[in-house]
């Protein structure tokens, strides 16, 4: 049976790295990102794999939709990955300087938009006993200085993963701490200089397609990066 995924976040770093993965094993893909450019070449870049491209915000309700109806064309799907996310104001905020207008928008779009996302997807999700991989980071349970905002958006999704885990025990529910990596975001948020020596995105890869070929039982995962030196 083909097997149908929706990668949020696609036009690069991780999620544009497991697009091409899971293209290459035959996937269906259905992909999203903001920026058009990015994502198109992104998809152009997986040849004649069967992809769906839909650029648009995730935060928007009328893109979710899209991206629901998209997968439904499909027959559903067997993995949907909760990958888009914003890192909010930079250079990072403490808490007692954070703008709260700032934190609502973030939590729009590394919280309530995957949920909003899961909730319209789910019913395929359930009928092919498919698996979500919400991607969260170690700022959800670690104290960092400033990390504070984007590390409560992650709490929050690692909760809300772990509550949909027991609710629905037909889904495989995985939150998955990547480490460190070499990403637009983590050079926006520490520079580029030190964003450049941590691991490349597709270090990551095998641990999502080993979670989808050894199915575990839902639960955080933490894939461990060496920085290099």
């Known amino acids: 049976m083909t097997r149908n995924a929706l990668i949020t ?3 690069r770093g991780l999620g544009r790295a497991l697009a091409g993965a899971l293209a290459a094993d035959g996937w269906r893909l259905v992909l999203t990102a903001r920026g058009a450019e990015d994502l198109e070449k992104a998809a152009a870049e997986l040849g004649h794999a069967a992809v769906t491209a839909l650029p648009g915000d ?16 499909l027959g559903g799907l067997d993995l949907l990955v909760n990958n888009a996310s914003g890192l909010g104001p930079t250079p990072l905020p403490k808490l007692a ?24 997807t789910l019913p395929g999700l359930r009928a092919r006993r498919g698996a979500v991989v ?8 670690e104290a960092y200085e400033g990390w504070g905002g984007y590390g409560a958006t992650k709490a929050a999704l690692d909760q809300i993963s772990n509550v949909l885990a027991v609710e629905e025990p037909d889904v495989a529910v995985w939150w998955l ?5 070499n990403t637009r975001m983590l050079a926006d948020a520490i520079g580029p200089g030190e964003a450049g020596g941590a691991p490349a995105p597709e270090t990551v890869v095998p641990t999502v397609l080993r979670l989808l070929a050894e199915r575990p039982g839902s639960g955080r995962v933490v894939h461990v990066n060496e920085r290099s030196e």
Do not use: C, K, T, W
Request: glycine content about 6%.
């Open 9 to 11: 976040g696609a036009s």
């Open 97 to 120: 300087d954070y703008p709260v207008r700032e934190l609502l928008d973030l939590f729009s779009v590394n919280v309530l938009a995957p949920l909003a996302l899961l909730q319209l």
């Open 58 to 73: 995730v935060a928007d309700p009328g893109h979710r939709d899209r991206l629901a109806e998209a997968a439904a064309a």
């Open 134 to 141: 919400n991607i969260s980071s170690d700022a959800a349970v």
């Open 177 to 181: 701490d990547p480490g460190e990596m």
